[in-house]
Protein backbone atom coordinates (compact mmCIF):
# COMPACT_ATOMS: atom_id res chain seq x y z
CA UNK A 1 0.00 0.00 0.00
CA UNK A 2 1.58 3.73 -1.12
CA UNK A 3 1.87 6.21 1.33
CA UNK A 4 -0.36 9.45 0.28
CA UNK A 5 1.76 12.38 -0.37
CA UNK A 6 1.20 14.82 2.59
CA UNK A 7 1.22 18.97 1.38
CA UNK A 8 1.28 21.58 3.68
CA UNK A 9 0.01 25.01 3.06
CA UNK A 10 1.38 27.76 5.24
CA UNK A 11 0.73 31.55 5.32
CA UNK A 12 2.96 32.70 7.79
CA UNK A 13 2.44 36.14 10.14
CA UNK A 14 3.22 39.53 8.81
CA UNK A 15 4.62 42.46 9.70
CA UNK A 16 2.84 45.84 10.94
CA UNK A 17 4.16 49.18 11.65
CA UNK A 18 4.47 49.32 15.43
CA UNK A 19 1.93 52.29 15.57
CA UNK A 20 -0.65 50.43 13.21
CA UNK A 21 -4.10 51.01 14.77
CA UNK A 22 -5.78 47.93 13.34
CA UNK A 23 -5.28 45.42 10.72
CA UNK A 24 -6.57 45.58 6.95
CA UNK A 25 -5.55 42.26 6.29
CA UNK A 26 -6.78 39.89 3.59
CA UNK A 27 -7.52 36.11 2.46
CA UNK A 28 -4.69 34.11 1.07
CA UNK A 29 -6.87 33.39 -1.61
CA UNK A 30 -4.05 32.72 -3.66
CA UNK A 31 -2.75 30.06 -1.48
CA UNK A 32 -6.45 28.77 -1.65
CA UNK A 33 -6.51 28.77 -5.09
CA UNK A 34 -3.50 26.39 -5.69
CA UNK A 35 -4.68 24.19 -2.82
CA UNK A 36 -7.78 24.18 -4.42
CA UNK A 37 -6.11 22.95 -7.79
CA UNK A 38 -4.18 20.19 -6.38
CA UNK A 39 -7.07 18.72 -4.29
CA UNK A 40 -7.71 16.17 -6.65
CA UNK A 41 -4.88 14.84 -6.92
CA UNK A 42 -5.41 12.12 -4.18
CA UNK A 43 -3.00 13.75 -1.56
CA UNK A 44 -3.36 15.02 2.00
CA UNK A 45 -3.51 18.58 2.21
CA UNK A 46 -3.02 20.26 5.94
CA UNK A 47 -3.05 24.60 5.52
CA UNK A 48 -2.32 26.70 8.09
CA UNK A 49 -3.05 30.07 8.22
CA UNK A 50 -0.75 31.98 10.09
CA UNK A 51 -2.66 35.29 10.27
CA UNK A 52 -5.80 34.33 10.02
CA UNK A 53 -5.44 31.96 13.20
CA UNK A 54 -4.23 34.66 14.85
CA UNK A 55 -5.58 38.18 13.46
CA UNK A 56 -6.39 40.57 16.50
CA UNK A 57 -3.75 43.49 17.03
CA UNK A 58 -3.67 42.73 20.53
CA UNK A 59 -2.27 39.24 19.95
CA UNK A 60 0.80 41.36 18.16
CA UNK A 61 4.11 40.90 19.08
CA UNK A 62 7.40 43.12 18.74
CA UNK A 63 9.71 42.28 16.01
CA UNK A 64 11.78 45.19 16.01
CA UNK A 65 12.01 48.87 17.13
CA UNK A 66 9.65 50.13 14.42
CA UNK A 67 7.74 46.82 13.54
CA UNK A 68 5.15 44.05 15.40
CA UNK A 69 4.11 40.59 14.38
CA UNK A 70 0.71 39.94 13.87
CA UNK A 71 -0.28 36.11 13.31
CA UNK A 72 1.16 33.19 14.79
CA UNK A 73 4.95 32.78 15.80
CA UNK A 74 7.01 30.55 13.78
CA UNK A 75 7.06 27.78 16.47
CA UNK A 76 3.41 27.47 16.51
CA UNK A 77 2.51 27.64 13.09
CA UNK A 78 5.57 24.04 13.34
CA UNK A 79 2.99 23.29 15.97
CA UNK A 80 0.24 23.25 14.08
CA UNK A 81 1.54 20.99 11.81
CA UNK A 82 2.05 18.32 14.60
CA UNK A 83 2.66 15.06 13.51
CA UNK A 84 1.47 15.55 9.38
CA UNK A 85 4.97 15.95 8.45
CA UNK A 86 4.75 17.17 5.39
CA UNK A 87 6.62 15.70 1.58
CA UNK A 88 5.78 19.14 -0.05
CA UNK A 89 5.63 22.79 1.74
CA UNK A 90 4.06 25.13 -0.34
CA UNK A 91 4.56 28.82 1.55
CA UNK A 92 2.99 31.94 0.31
CA UNK A 93 4.65 35.71 0.96
CA UNK A 94 2.43 38.77 -0.87
CA UNK A 95 5.27 41.48 1.03
CA UNK A 96 8.77 41.26 0.35
CA UNK A 97 8.72 43.19 4.16
CA UNK A 98 7.94 39.66 5.42
CA UNK A 99 11.21 38.13 4.41
CA UNK A 100 13.14 37.63 7.31
CA UNK A 101 10.05 35.95 9.32
CA UNK A 102 10.08 33.93 6.24
CA UNK A 103 13.12 32.82 5.78
CA UNK A 104 13.20 32.23 9.50
CA UNK A 105 10.40 29.61 8.85
CA UNK A 106 11.76 28.29 5.87
CA UNK A 107 15.09 27.15 8.41
CA UNK A 108 12.86 25.83 10.87
CA UNK A 109 10.60 24.00 8.40
CA UNK A 110 13.74 22.31 6.99
CA UNK A 111 15.38 21.68 10.56
CA UNK A 112 12.25 19.97 11.59
CA UNK A 113 10.76 18.21 8.09
CA UNK A 114 14.59 17.80 6.18
CA UNK A 115 12.90 15.77 3.27
CA UNK A 116 10.29 18.25 2.40
CA UNK A 117 10.51 19.91 -0.50
CA UNK A 118 9.66 23.51 -0.34
CA UNK A 119 8.18 25.48 -2.66
CA UNK A 120 7.41 29.32 -2.19
CA UNK A 121 4.93 31.72 -4.24
CA UNK A 122 3.10 35.06 -4.00
CA UNK A 123 3.84 38.55 -4.55
CA UNK A 124 7.45 38.50 -3.13
CA UNK A 125 8.83 35.09 -4.50
CA UNK A 126 7.56 36.25 -7.86
CA UNK A 127 9.33 39.41 -7.74
CA UNK A 128 12.38 37.81 -6.63
CA UNK A 129 12.74 34.39 -7.41
CA UNK A 130 16.39 34.17 -7.48
CA UNK A 131 17.02 36.02 -4.19
CA UNK A 132 15.07 34.19 -2.33
CA UNK A 133 16.12 30.46 -3.92
CA UNK A 134 20.20 31.94 -2.96
CA UNK A 135 19.55 33.36 0.64
CA UNK A 136 17.38 30.13 1.78
CA UNK A 137 16.98 26.79 1.68
CA UNK A 138 13.82 27.14 -0.55
CA UNK A 139 13.81 24.08 -2.89
CA UNK A 140 11.68 25.86 -5.95
CA UNK A 141 9.94 29.07 -6.31
CA UNK A 142 6.81 29.28 -8.26
CA UNK A 143 6.15 32.64 -10.08
CA UNK A 144 2.88 34.12 -11.59
CA UNK A 145 -0.10 32.07 -11.75
CA UNK A 146 0.88 28.95 -9.57
CA UNK A 147 -2.14 26.54 -10.06
CA UNK A 148 -0.91 24.69 -12.92
CA UNK A 149 2.59 24.80 -11.85
CA UNK A 150 2.23 23.13 -8.47
CA UNK A 151 -0.41 20.74 -10.06
CA UNK A 152 2.22 19.30 -12.33
CA UNK A 153 5.20 19.53 -9.75
CA UNK A 154 2.91 17.45 -6.76
CA UNK A 155 1.76 14.78 -9.83
CA UNK A 156 5.37 14.44 -10.94
CA UNK A 157 6.54 13.93 -7.16
CA UNK A 158 3.71 11.77 -6.66
Known amino acids: MNKKLKVAGIRPA ?12 SLPIGLAYVLGAIKDLDIDIKAVDGVGESPLMVNARKFSKRNKIIGLSNEAILKRLGDFYPDV ?6 FSVDWLLIND ?40 EGEDTVKEIISNIK
Not at 89 to 94: A, D, E, F, I, R
Open 14 to 25: TLIHKYTPMNGL
Open 89 to 94: VLLTCM
Open 105 to 144: LIKKIKNKFPKSIIIGGGEHFSAMPEFCLKESELDCVVYG
